[in-house]
């Protein structure tokens, strides 16, 4: 499985971006795809995800501000993240797991005036 990820960027407080993940290869629809981040000096940290019943799970700092989406067709998972703040820095990662976790190659995301 290949994850390549794109969106990421600089953005003024408030401002918004739209992550992009698409999914190749061995592709399982019943695989779960979501999103994480790690800031620097930080662990990486769940932002969003779909889980098995299909359900999108938010990280309470993230809740009401960035909405996960899907296009199965495409295998492609999205992060829309609005009302950005300077505490989501970091770099973001697409996640893919079916039996084990695979990662993409991560998309920065620096929110700065």
């Known amino acids: 499985v290949q994850l390549q990820a794109s969106g990421g960027g600089l953005v003024q407080p408030g401002g918004s971006l739209r992550l992009s993940c698409a999914a190749s290869?061995?592709?399982?629809?019943?695989?779960?795809m979501g999103w994480y981040r790690q800031a620097p000096g930080k662990e990486r940290e769940l932002v969003a995800r779909?889980?098995?019943?299909?359900?999108?799970n938010y990280a309470d700092s993230v809740k009401g501000r960035f909405t996960i989406s899907r296009d199965n067709a495409k295998n492609t998972v999205y992060l829309q993240m609005n009302s950005l703040k300077p505490e989501d820095t970091a770099v973001y990662y697409c996640?893919?797991?079916?039996?084990?976790?695979?990662w993409g190659q991560g998309t920065q995301v620096t929110v700065s005036s």
């Open positions: 996640n893919y797991y079916y039996r084990r976790h695979y």
């Open positions: 290869g061995s592709i399982f629809s019943n695989a779960l």
């Open positions: 779909f889980t098995s019943g299909g359900s999108p």
